[in-house]
């Protein structure tokens, strides 16, 4: 994934600084790092503010400082998390601060280090590398998303200079720009808003950062103002460790690198009841067109409660490679087969209970509805979502999703939809009907 860094040439505050940044996580249980600084062995030559295991971790070379006993892993949501340190503070308990959403989170599990009073970091220091979404060098890359970074060198700040209440939903979101900030000698405020430069110092600092690892659509739509639908690491499977095998910020399930033997079915994280929405499903690799999996939807509180695949009971559908729509346990029609870099488009109308695919962004069966989908007031769960299995009988499906904001896999998309909302390789829009991209921005309207 992306990481930016910046090759400190004139040393700031070691003792004072103040990190924030916006994330969404993949819910992988490694180390993946939020800012870090150094890579020697000791308190003054490592910094790092990570996540692992879903706990927040801050640290050094030598000490871990702190440990949340909070999970940080839902894959649907966005977190503001601010880190302010200054060990010149009197006790230890000031000297480094965390902030989650806009609130002070203080409670750490015990038994870690204390921070010595005045100690030095390699935070700002000349010589080291100030690190977004890595530690120095590259180790330990963040996987998730991650926008709006800020470091402040000198000062120990607070989440109010860099969000604020929505006056109408209630929630926290990040202000237009930070506020009340004196960024110092190595302060930087990436928004990542230049898809040429994402990079780019907005601080006044010109502390413009490198970015490593860029690729196709490095820059995605999904923001902390905007959310669009993943896969889901934490919904129900038959794999025993599903929150590993998604990659990509959770829109990619490369199946061949996890074994074929088991299943697994990660939904998206967004679920709708009404109105018309479109997915993509890029089939990577696969190893057998005669596989019995394929992307669809499903009613995932039914297919939990019953403890089967979505499409062995009611409100799973799922098109196959050989051609099939199965439903219910059965197999029905004849649509085409598909198969290695084809792009399946899903047109999910639940104002009408309809489903119909595409390939390659053609239209099947002539445009009618291939499946009528159970109206989701007679689902257990109420609702549905756009899913991506791997086969029930063993075969390997490579793929990835794009809910409207893609990854590298897709390449170019410069489809929206009728919202302007969304990118994809194919128009969302069916002859004259518009489908929507699943973010929460188009669901507040139209769902």
């Not at 994330?23 to 992988?28: A, L």
């Not at 006790?91 to 100690?119: H, L, M, W």
């Not at 530690?135 to 970074?149: I, S």
């Not at 029930?392 to 390449?411: K, V």
Request: aromatic share 14%; net charge negative.
């Amino acid at each position: 994934m992306t990481y930016f860094h910046d090759a400190v040439s004139s040393t700031g505050s070691r003792t004072t600084f103040t990190i924030s940044a916006w994330v969404k996580v993949d819910g992988k249980t490694a180390n993946q790092t939020i800012f870090g600084a150094g890579t020697a062995g000791t308190n003054s030559g490592k910094f790092y503010f990570a996540i692992s295991n879903g706990q927040v971790r801050i640290g050094g070379g030598a000490n871990v400082y702190r440990v949340s006993t909070r999970l940080f892993r839902d894959p649907g949501s966005w977190y503001h998390l601010v880190c302010a340190f200054d060990t010149t503070q009197g006790s230890d308990g000031n000297r480094i601060k965390f902030y989650v959403n806009g609130e002070s989170y203080t409670d750490f599990s015990a038994g870690y280090n204390t921070i010595p009073s005045n100690q030095n970091t390699p935070v700002n220091e000349s010589g080291k590398q100030n690190t977004f979404g890595a530690e120095q060098g590259g180790g330990e890359q963040w996987k998730g998303y991650m926008t709006a970074m800020v470091l402040v060198d000198g000062a120990q700040l607070t989440p109010s200079n860099f969000g604020e209440t929505d006056s109408t939903t209630g929630e926290w979101k990040p202000k237009p720009e930070p506020t009340g900030v004196t960024y110092g000698t190595n302060g930087v405020y990436l928004k990542c808003e230049n898809s040429g430069n994402l990079g780019l110092d907005s601080s006044g600092n010109s502390n413009n950062y490198t970015a490593n690892n860029v690729n196709t659509n490095a820059q995605v739509l999904d923001n902390p103002s905007n959310s669009f639908a993943t896969l889901n690491p934490e919904i129900w499977n038959t794999t025993t460790n599903f929150s590993n095998v998604l990659y990509n910020a959770n829109t990619r399930f490369p199946t061949s690198l996890i074994g074929n033997s088991t299943k697994g079915w990660p939904a998206g994280t967004l679920a709708v009841n009404k109105g018309k929405w479109y997915a993509e499903y890029f089939c990577e690799y696969i190893s057998s067109q005669n596989a019995s999996g394929g992307p669809g939807i499903y009613d995932y509180d039914y297919n939990s409660s019953s403890n089967t695949a979505p499409t062995a009971t009611a409100g799973g559908i799922l098109y196959d490679p050989y051609g099939r729509i199965r439903s219910d346990g059965s197999d029905a029609g004849s649509f085409g087969t598909w198969t290695t870099n084809d792009i399946i488009g899903i047109y999910m109308d639940l104002d009408n209970n309809e489903l119909r695919f595409s390939k390659n962004g053609s239209i099947l069966n002539s445009g009618n509805s291939m499946a009528s989908i159970t109206n989701p007031a007679g689902t257990p769960g109420g609702d549905y979502w756009t899913f991506c299995p791997y086969d029930e009988s063993g075969n390997a499906f490579d793929a990835s999703m794009n809910f409207g904001s893609p990854n590298s896999y897709f390449g170019s998309c410069t489809n929206t939809d009728n919202a302007g909302l969304g990118k994809f390789k194919y128009s969302p829009t069916l002859s004259g009907t518009h489908y929507y991209s699943l973010c929460t921005k188009n669901i507040n309207t139209y769902g």
